[in-house]
């Protein structure tokens, strides 16, 4: 199969906001316990809480950091700054013009136990996983992708990056195409072979194989056909 089956619309929306949360989204994801609120107002100013507060919801919702982690809906915004009390969200830009937020990230993943996917273990596991779904399912790749990022979120693994993921993906499948057709080809005796690879001959005269005839639809409704 090709490596790249995810249409540019879908790279895009890999790891990023494509609408805001839902309200059971923002409850989900955006409610802080009194654990969060301990290492929130750490924080000192307005500005560095409510940015820390939206990067540790943000990695909790997508299952990434953003590059630019102001890049949130509004009512992101709005919610989280409600629980933190900051009378005025618009503070945050000031948190986008720092590098503090790089540091922040890697708090958030050291407290929270979030892991890189550079980890083999987690390599290993995900790709067992895969492997196992694309056996005993006829899946499409995109499918497949998906429930794997769903899988990284679960897991507290921070996402690769998207073709990487897409990759991964059409390499384990192409994995259980080539044990499918080795073990089909086991079921078939020599003469069975044989005749299978005549389907693949261009008879002399003809431009086809006997093998495109037969996947072309008959063009008329007719026994013959």
């Not at 979030?114 to 290993?124: C, K, L, M, N, T």
């Not at 492997?131 to 693994?157: G, I, N, Q």
């Not at 998207?162 to 390499?171: D, M, N, Q």
Request: aromatic fraction near 10%.
């Amino acid at each position: 199969m090709p490596v790249a089956f995810l249409t540019e619309e879908q790279q895009r929306r890999y790891g990023r906001y494509t609408e805001e949360p839902a309200p059971p989204q923002l409850a989900r994801y955006f409610h802080f316990d009194d654990r969060d609120r301990q290492l929130i107002d750490r924080r000192q100013s307005d500005h560095t809480r409510l940015g820390f507060a939206i990067q540790l919801g943000t990695v909790r919702f997508l299952g990434t950091f953003l590059p630019h982690p102001t890049a949130v809906p509004a009512n992101v915004v709005t919610y989280v700054a409600r629980q933190l009390r900051v009378e005025a969200p618009a503070c945050l830009s000031q948190y986008a013009s720092r590098d503090t937020h790089w540091d922040h990230a890697r708090h958030i993943q050291h407290a929270y136990g979030y892991q890189d996917f550079s980890d083999p273990r987690e390599a290993f596991r995900l790709v067992r996983w895969l492997y196992s779904r694309a056996w005993l399912s006829a899946e499409r790749p995109s499918v497949l992708f998906d429930l794997a990022t769903a899988r990284f979120v679960e897991r507290k693994v921070l996402l690769p990056g998207v073709t990487t993921l897409e990759r991964l993906v059409a390499r384990v499948r192409d994995r259980v195409a080539t044990r499918l057709w080795q073990q089909l080809t086991q079921l078939t005796n020599a003469d069975q072979q044989a005749n299978l690879d005549t389907l693949l001959q261009v008879p002399e005269g003809e431009h086809t194989t006997l093998l495109d005839r037969l996947r072309r639809a008959p063009s008329r409704v007719s026994g013959p056909g």
